[in-house]
């Protein structure tokens, strides 16, 4: 029995069940159940995309239910590649099957978006939540470094504002060569933009998040494998919102702060936020 636990990082926890002939994975959510739905919401309204290479849907939601102490989700058990098994079994075709799939979901949610003003102090006042709830010092000073940078920027920017995957990292998209790209594990987040995904994407792409645990050969592969098929709608989303891009992505590494457990991530996270913040 595969025990799907061992690459989940929050407390959820997800068993492989029979129903109705099919392997399903169920999700019991045990936290925030309010929040557990509108994550479960996104998955459910997620319109599929054709590339041309590959289709891009949500695992499809079979049930969902919410106890007094859990919410219950349970989906088909997709097959495929995802996070951690890309520098393993990627070949040319399937990395690439990934980054054009990836470049066309990024288009899409900008494309159904709308500019809307940002103040900068719900950046600031979130950072503010980080830095207090950041256990590590070392962390917790780096996070507030990271937020004095911000006074360089204005107190309002423009983002594109509409739906993403809210954490569109590649621990949660599956990739079959011949069924597409399956998303998994949807977030009500903070600010809905496509710029979250774009961010959470670099968080791969650039710092390496799902690979950071392999060893050095995988991890080199890996790094190949994000140099040279990096979405092209991330280069030019950057291009278009350089400043709000460069803000998402310092958000997302420093939000991992308070929930570091091991060395091997706090070294990443140090490496990457440092990287990040002389960007
Ligand atoms: N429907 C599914 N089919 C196949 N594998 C799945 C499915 N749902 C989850 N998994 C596997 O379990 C892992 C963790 O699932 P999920 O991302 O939903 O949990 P999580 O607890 O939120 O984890 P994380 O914090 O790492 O995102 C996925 O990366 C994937 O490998
Ligand atoms: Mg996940």
Redesign the pocket.
Known sequence: MID??Q????????EIVHHDHLS??R?TFRSDLNRAQRNVAKQRHFRPLYTGLARVGA?EVLDFRVHDDRAELL??????M??HMFPVHATRNIAHTLSMSLSTLLYAELNDSREEAVELSLFLDKLQVVAQSTTDEELRTLVIRASELLAVLPGQLPFPMGDCHG?L?L??V?LDPLAGV?L??FLDTYLETPLQDVAKLKQDFVYGWSFRKEPASLGIKAEILCRYHLPQAITQIERMYPQQVWLMTLMALARIAPYVRDLTTKQWLINSLTHCMKG
Request: a negative charge.
């Open positions: 799907l636990n690459f989940a990082h929050s407390l959820d926890q997800l399903c994975v999700k695992a989906m088909p058990y997709v097959e495929g995802t996070g954490d990292t621990s949660n599956i399956t998994i594990d």
